[in-house]
Structures are given as C-alpha cells and as structure tokens.
C-alpha cells in the first residue's frame, strides 16, 4: 500500500527565503505526482504535475522535482512572499485508483 | 470558466440524519472522486466513479455511499452521520487515470 510522507510538517521563515519542501513515497510505481496548496478551511489548488517520466516541472516561483527511482520529489519555492503561507500537500497517482496524499507541511512565512 | 462545483460549501447535520453532499463539474470529465479530509489529516480517498463504473475503496464505511445521474453530477450520500463523519468533503475530477485532478472547494459537514 502506497504511504506518502511530507517533511517538515511545519515551517516558518522570514519573507524573501528560498525553501525546500519534501514528499517521499514508498511505492515507486506512479503515474504521475501533484504538488497541492490549501489555505486553511478551503479546497486544494493544483501547484504543479509532474508526470512519471519527467524530472520537474516549473511555474512561477514554484519548482518540482521527481525522482520516481528513490521515491521522492521536493518542491522549491524562491524567494518566499507572506501570501504563499499556506499547507502543501503532495499526491501520487498509481492508476485509476485516485491520489494517495502526504499530511502536508504547514507552512508560514513571516513578514 | 470551466470547475468543479460543491454544494453547500458548508452543511450541519445531526447525529444519524441523513445527509446528501452534491458535486457538479462543466469540465466534461469521466471520473469523479470523493475525498474525506479530517482535520489536520491528509484526504482519504472514499471512493470514484470511472463513467458509471464505481469503484469503491476497502476501508470506505458501509455508511457512506454514492451515486452518479450522469457526467455532470455526484453525490455523496452519508445514511447516519456520527460524530467521527465530521470533516471536509473533497470531489474532484480528471480525464482518466493517470491524468491531473481537479478540486471542488469542498463541503464541510459539521455533525452535532
């Protein structure tokens, strides 16, 4: 069964700081990976997919990496704003099955 | 603009009355999921329908069922609501397996 898990589940940093956030998965076996944000009491809001052959993918300010092989992927935000404060979650798809989430990392940035 | 829609965005309901969670997507997609998301927990997949296929996952409680008129629109149907039923219900669809999801705003279903 596919367990995903996010480090740190929290962070809080200054405004301006590039941060690294973590998702690693157990089965390597993916379709493809999603990186979510969602601000509390709300939906999710697609970031970024990396399909299981690529290695990242970018938007923005936002970058995704994938190394399906070990099982990982980190998502890199540059120069962090206070209205990226939010929770992070990734996801993995194995099929049709639907997505296999981590718990998210919290994430604050201070002004 | 094409999305995927939740009603209500928030629903009270007492313990063991039935409840009907609704969602409705203009994106034309095939499948449409149900995610449960307790607070500060990751969403759990409840179950999905492929067209009119449904498929539903193991741990899913008997309590919770689903239905799907048609391409538009899927319902959530909890029969008797406890306390632990309490969360945020996610819908989301996508082309197929394997391809992007799109996300609902969510239902927030308060039991008392």
């Known amino acids: 069964k596919q367990e995903v898990t996010q480090i740190p589940a929290a962070l809080s940093v200054p405004e301006g700081e590039n941060l690294v956030l973590n998702c690693s998965f157990t089965?390597?076996?993916?379709?493809?990976l999603q990186w979510f944000r969602q601000d509390p009491g709300k939906g999710l809001t697609s970031l970024l997919l990396i399909q299981s052959s690529q290695r990242e993918q970018t938007s923005g300010r936002l970058n995704a990496s994938l190394d399906k092989s070990s099982g990982r992927s980190t998502l890199y935000i540059a120069a962090s704003q206070p209205g990226d404060s939010a929770t992070y979650l990734c996801?993995?798809?194995?099929?049709?099955?639907?997505?296999?989430f981590g718990k998210g990392t919290h994430l604050i940035i201070q002004p | 603009d094409a999305m995927v829609i939740q009603n209500p965005r928030y629903q009270v309901t007492q313990f063991g009355k039935p409840v009907t969670l609704s969602c409705s997507q203009t994106?034309?997609?095939?499948?449409m999921y149900w995610y449960q998301q307790k607070s500060s927990q990751a969403p759990k997949l409840l179950f999905h329908?492929?067209?009119?296929?449904?498929?539903n996952e193991a741990d899913t409680p008997d309590n919770f069922q689903s239905r799907r008129p048609n391409t538009s629109f899927c319902f959530l149907d909890i029969r008797s609501p406890g306390l632990g039923d309490a969360a945020m219900y996610l819908c989301?669809?996508?082309?197929?397996?394997?391809?992007?999801?799109?996300f609902g705003p969510g239902t927030r279903l308060t039991v008392t």
């Open positions: 996801a993995v798809e194995g099929g049709a099955d639907g997505l296999t």
């Open positions: 329908y492929y067209d009119k296929d449904f498929n």
């Open positions: 994106l034309n997609h095939n499948v």
């Open positions: 089965d390597s076996a993916i379709y493809n």
């Open positions: 989301a669809t996508s082309r197929g397996g394997g391809i992007e999801q799109y």
